[in-house]
Nanobody, 126 residues
Framework: QVQLVESGGGLVQAGGSLRLSCAAS????????MGWFRQAPGKEREFVGA????????QYADSVKGRFTISRDNTKNTVYLQMNSLKLEDTAVYYC???????????????????WGQGTQVTVSS
């Protein structure tokens, strides 16, 4: 049974930082692309970024490029999302996701990811 558990969300002022963590269990995490998505109220779930199996490559949505950084520690089965210079429009529920079919190809659509966490709320205030 695959389980992804996000943590680290909360309330932060605009311009501040947060680091989200996603702990994985139940399968060979280290072989898979890991992604972060977010969903704001009334909006579709959208791609934030992803990282290949060994951390060799990352890809980000244009809206977060230069502000967010994804990393992973395969010894801890954990992937991270460092969020800096947060904006009001970053407010959303953030989800980590695992693409068990790919190790080096990053997909940006939700349908490519077959395991999901429960999400963690990030609220950015003015």
């Amino acid at each position: 049974q695959v389980q992804l558990v996000e943590s680290g969300g909360g309330l932060v002022q605009a311009g501040g930082s947060l680091r989200l963590s996603c702990a994985a269990s139940g399968r060979t995490f280290r072989d898979d692309v890991m992604g972060w998505f977010r969903q704001a109220p009334g909006k579709e779930r959208e791609f934030v970024g992803a990282i290949t199996w060994n951390g060799g490559r990352t890809q980000y949505a244009d809206s977060v490029k230069g502000r967010f950084t994804i990393s992973r520690d395969n010894t801890k089965n954990t992937v991270y999302l460092q969020m800096n210079s947060l904006k009001l429009e970053d407010t959303a529920v953030y989800y980590c996701a695992e693409d068990s079919m790919r190790a080096t190809t990053i997909r940006t659509v939700t349908t490519a990811y077959n395991y999901w966490g429960q999400g963690t709320q990030v609220t950015v205030s003015s």
